[in-house]
T-cell receptor, first 113, second 111 residues
């Protein structure tokens, strides 16, 4: 089935460590996105990419990095510079058509110990 | 900047009741509006997508309407069931692959 796969589902990190969240899609979408979700807040955009080897910062990019070496993959690295990384992270994808629908993965919950 | 608001933040209804969830946005220059469902600890599941040229979309017991000029959308759920309990979010799409999300309405359907 077509969809978006995020891994791991749960991740624990010690302070000072970098961690990488995986996002893979087989929908043949050009655009991919990373969002952060905190309790009581809406989704906030971290990074997005519209094409391979290109990506743009979203509203809260500080302390995060991404790469887009393949169309189907858009991993997110949470670096030690991110001051409050404990959150629920959601990966999404869409076509670049203005009419396109947005699809989400199941999310990854990161907890800093 | 586009702002999306969903009121109320939480809603409890008895099973079988019909209900309406609201979504309002400040800028009518949108390409489409999408309604999502989110279960606790899960990702967002797309329910309905309404293009800017459309007035409504239906899927089963769900009906979503869009009034672009007034910046409003509603999600109507008929004959609610306990399995409908979840958080419902709306999102509008603007140019440049920009999406703006509401903070959601948490729905509880009481058996």
């Amino acid at each position: 089935d077509g969809g978006i796969t995020q891994s791991p589902k749960y991740l624990f990190r010690k302070e000072g460590q970098n961690v990488t969240l995986s996002c893979e899609q087989n929908l043949n979408h050009d655009a991919m996105y990373w969002y952060r979700q905190d309790p009581g807040q809406g989704l906030r955009l971290i990074y997005y990419s519209q094409i391979v080897n290109d990506f743009q910062k979203g509203d809260i990019a500080e302390g995060y990095s991404v790469s887009r070496e393949k169309k189907e993959s858009f991993p997110l690295t949470v670096t030690s510079a991110q001051k409050n990384p404990t959150a629920f992270y959601l990966c999404a994808s869409s076509t670049t058509s203005s009419a396109g629908e947005l699809f989400f993965g199941e999310g990854s919950r990161l907890t800093v110990l | 900047k586009q702002e999306v608001t969903q009121i109320p933040a939480a809603l409890s209804v008895p099973e079988g009741e019909n209900l309406v969830l609201n979504c309002s946005f400040t800028d009518s220059a949108i390409y489409n509006l999408q309604w999502f469902r989110q279960d606790p600890g899960k990702g967002l599941t797309s329910l309905l997508l309404i293009q800017s040229s459309q007035r409504e979309q239906t899927s089963g017991r769900l009906n979503a309407s869009l009034d672009k000029s007034s910046g409003r959308s509603t999600l109507y759920i008929a004959a609610s069931q306990p399995g409908d309990s979840a958080t419902y979010l709306c999102a509008v799409r603007r140019g440049g692959n920009q999406f703006y999300f509401g903070t959601g309405t948490s729905l509880t359907v009481i058996p």
